[in-house]
């Protein structure tokens, strides 16, 4: 068992910048692989970075150069810092931690980041 617990949402405004951390506790080998996912209203849990054990990352293209996902293996913590936002990026984000790419694996509650003016 994961349990994960998610931090640092909230408003901002377009161009701002917003920093989300999420914290793992239980087996470490079920934190493998890290991530973020968000969904927006309406719309399907999308991707949007991953990053490995190794620090090996993925991102979606809608976020390249905008986004840094990084980890603190010794705090079992990953990160996601966001700049240059847009409305488009509003969403409740998600961070999950699992064995591999192709482990389904645990999920946080949720962030509500919204970007808006």
């Known amino acids: 068992q994961v349990q994960l617990v998610e931090s640092g949402g909230g408003l901002v405004q377009p161009g701002g910048s917003l920093r989300l951390s999420c914290t793992a506790s239980g087996s470490i080998f079920s934190t493998n692989v890290l991530g973020w996912y968000r969904q927006a209203p309406g719309k399907q849990r999308e991707l949007v970075a991953t990053i490995t054990r190794g620090r090996t990352t993925n991102y979606a293209d809608s976020v390249k150069g905008r986004f840094t996902i990084s980890r603190d293996n010794a705090k079992n913590t990953v990160y996601l810092q966001m700049n240059s936002l847009k409305p488009e990026d509003t969403a409740v984000y998600y961070c999950?931690?699992?064995?591999?790419?192709?482990?389904?694996?645990?999920w946080g509650q949720g962030t509500q980041v919204t970007v808006s003016s």
């Open positions: 999950n931690a699992a064995r591999s790419y192709s482990d389904t694996g645990y």
